[in-house]
């Protein structure tokens, strides 16, 4: 069935280094790939999105890399801060949805930014 | 927060019990979703709908019903049925037009059975 694999589980980064995280999704259909993030005891939060016909978007600090050749996709935060701790979603699904269509979300990264 | 609200927050249960958990959205959003988040498992979508009286499975519907009567509501079964319930439950809401399909999440519930 349709997957996404998403790594690394947890990373540790110096405040002020740079984070990436990546993805990768098995169904050919995906053509969104949203990232989210889940601050400890809070509800997810859309932080950047990616529609397939784009190669990469950037908002302030992070930005979102999309390879639909290969099948994966990256997010990528700049100068981290304290902030950026959390966990990290991505996810890949067709939308608009169609009757059959599954949202698939990757595991997780949990991100530690160190002082 | 957000205009997508689940109740309750936390909520404690006997096995062989169904329970159900509320959610409610004034967003005027035509989807709804409801996902189970265990550790390390991330979001497993359970069942969800993009328009009233639709719905449909998700990776992980054994054990759980729902019903979309109302555009607002999408409540969550959980039955006897399902072998393992104790998780956190979150809902969600999205358009189904234009160009970005965030969905907006509500706060949650902890579901406990014992």
């Known amino acids: 069935g349709e997957n996404v694999e998403q790594h690394p589980s947890t990373l540790s980064v110096q405040e002020g280094d740079s984070a990436v995280i990546k993805c990768t999704y098995s169904?050919?259909?995906?053509?969104?790939f949203p990232w989210y993030k889940q601050e400890l005891g809070k509800r997810p939060q859309l932080i950047i999105d990616?529609?397939?016909?784009?190669g990469e978007k950037k908002d302030q600090r992070i930005a979102v890399t999309l390879n639909k050749t290969a099948k994966h996709f990256s997010l990528h935060i700049t100068e981290t801060q304290p902030e950026d701790s959390a966990v990290y979603f991505c996810a890949a699904y067709n939308s608009p949805m169609n009757r059959d269509d599954k949202i698939i979300f990757g595991k997780g990264t949990r991100l530690h930014i160190l002082p | 927060d957000g205009g997508i609200t689940q109740s309750p927050k936390y909520l404690f249960r006997k096995e062989g019990q169904n329970v159900t958990l509320s959610c409610e959205q004034n967003?005027?959003?035509?989807?709804m979703y409801w996902y189970r988040q265990d550790p390390g498992q991330g979001l497993r979508l359970i069942y969800y709908s993009q328009i009233v009286n639709d719905f449909q499975k998700g990776d992980i519907a054994e054990g759980y019903s729902v019903s979309r009567e109302k555009k607002e509501s999408f409540p969550l079964t959980v039955t006897s049925a399902q072998k393992n319930p104790t998780a956190f439950y979150l809902c969600?809401?999205?358009?189904?037009?234009?160009?970005?399909?965030?969905?907006?999440f509500g706060p949650g519930t902890r579901l406990t059975v014992t």
């Open positions: 969600a809401s999205s358009t189904t037009s234009g160009w970005s399909y965030e969905q907006y």
């Open positions: 967003l005027n959003h035509d989807a």
């Open positions: 169904d050919s259909a995906s053509n969104y």
């Open positions: 990616i529609r397939s016909n784009v």
